[in-house]
């Protein structure tokens, strides 16, 4: 599935004489960034440099953006497109992206049966030898790497809920207005909008209108998705294999009908990361379960999850001296309500420009405008092209 993407920078400098014809500013004065995710933050960061004197608001509902969320432990696979923009953006300083993540050439795979029989490590093959090494890096991490080399000037709105977005012809400017949780009210104008706000947009939806999306299909598009917090040293086959941070693991489990079978997907993980990063470090890992909506593992309660596992995964543990989860992991995953896996789309429209209009415009980038599901690979690499 490729998808036609507008570089952003490239719609900053054109964007008016794309949809109206008019001349574009080729200075934006204020610029407002909704969402610091991956797109989000990477947009500030190329914004910063190419225009050092406009005024530039990054807004996302989350209070703590980079903070770890069991919910979106997942990993990014960052290729030769996404280093394109982490090379010229985020190298200079102390930390990088090789120094956070674990390669590809020195990815393995190890597959435990629910027999005392695992496979051996075995390589990825390595598809073309003269692409640039991709690498494979914590979300949490990723997200804090772009902070680090986020320039001080960018002003931060966290915890915002972005309600309302339109465009004030009186002053010529697009109006952002939020709230935090307590009620406290915000407001920004903005010469440039820029929706980095994911799948749901709100920037979209409020500029570009709720039937601006269309839709695709895939077979990915549905699945459900949870995550097992693993300890990051956790043992299999009663203490027997002792594995590690640095290489995968598909764990099979026992059962065998429709709506029990299940398998865990451990993807490699770079110990040292969270140091390099200033975060506290981590002792878990993420085990995905990926499956469909009518599985029995997501309708669990805490003590039905402890003897499904126990059942389903004999190679682990899941109580006593080797268990791979510590306590109340089973209770937070069957409380957690985890993600669906979106179907592909895509905005019908990138950009726009204010009706009649004017020296001011609204771009989408990131999930904002494309999404895809994990199966194609597409995401993060996509929305750094954006960028």
């Not at 969402?35 to 989000?40: I, L, R, V, W």
């Not at 400017?173 to 406290?184: D, F, L, N, S, T």
């Not at 027997?240 to 993807?267: F, N, Q």
């Not at 190679?315 to 268990?323: A, I």
Request: aromatic share 8%; with cysteine.
């Amino acid at each position: 599935m490729i998808f036609a993407v507008t570089i952003l920078v490239t719609v900053i400098s054109h964007y008016i004489a794309l949809v109206s014809g008019l001349a574009a500013p080729k200075h934006p004065s204020s610029i407002a960034i909704i969402g610091a995710g991956p797109a989000g933050l990477a947009s500030s960061i190329a914004l910063a440099r190419k225009f050092p004197s406009a005024s530039i608001s990054l807004l996302d509902s989350n209070p703590t953006p980079s903070e770890y969320d069991p919910t979106r432990s997942f990993l990014y696979l960052v290729d030769s497109r996404g280093q394109d923009f982490t090379d010229e953006y985020l190298s200079s300083g102390p930390v990088s992206l090789p120094s956070i993540s674990v390669p590809q050439t020195d990815f393995k795979l190890q597959i435990l049966p629910p027999s005392s029989h695992p496979s051996p490590p075995r390589s990825l093959p390595i598809v073309n030898a003269n692409r640039a090494t991709p690498y494979w890096v914590q979300r949490g991490h990723f997200v804090r790497l772009c902070e680090t080399y986020l320039p001080s000037s960018v002003e931060r709105f966290d915890g915002c809920d972005v309600e309302r977005v339109f465009y004030d012809g009186g002053e010529g400017r697009y109006v952002i207005e939020a709230a935090k949780p307590g009620g406290e009210r915000v407001e920004v104008r903005a010469q440039l909008v820029v929706g980095a706000d994911g799948i749901n947009s709100k920037v979209r939806e409020e500029v570009f209108g709720p039937s601006s999306v269309k839709v695709l299909r895939s077979p990915a598009g549905g699945l459900s998705f949870k995550a097992l917090q693993l300890k990051e040293n956790f043992t299999a086959y009663e203490g027997e294999l002792s594995t590690s941070p640095g290489m995968a693991y598909a764990i099979r489990s026992s059962a065998e009908g429709y709506s029990s079978k299940l398998s865990l997907g451990v993807l490699p993980v770079l110990p040292s990361a969270s140091e390099a990063l200033g975060l506290p470090p981590s002792p878990y890992r993420a085990a995905s379960i990926i499956t469909r909506q009518d599985h029995d593992v997501l309708s669990l309660g805490a003590e039905a999850a402890e003897a499904f596992f126990t059942d389903s995964f004999p190679q682990l543990r899941f109580s006593g001296p080797h268990s791979c989860v510590s306590g109340g992991e089973l209770s937070r995953l069957s409380g957690s309500k985890g993600v669906t896996f979106p179907h592909p789309q895509r905005a019908r429209r990138l950009v726009t420009s204010p009706p009649g209009g004017g020296d001011a415009g609204v771009v989408l980038v990131g999930d904002s405008a494309h999404a895809f599901p994990p199966d194609i690979g597409q995401g993060v690499n996509a929305a750094l092209v954006d960028v």
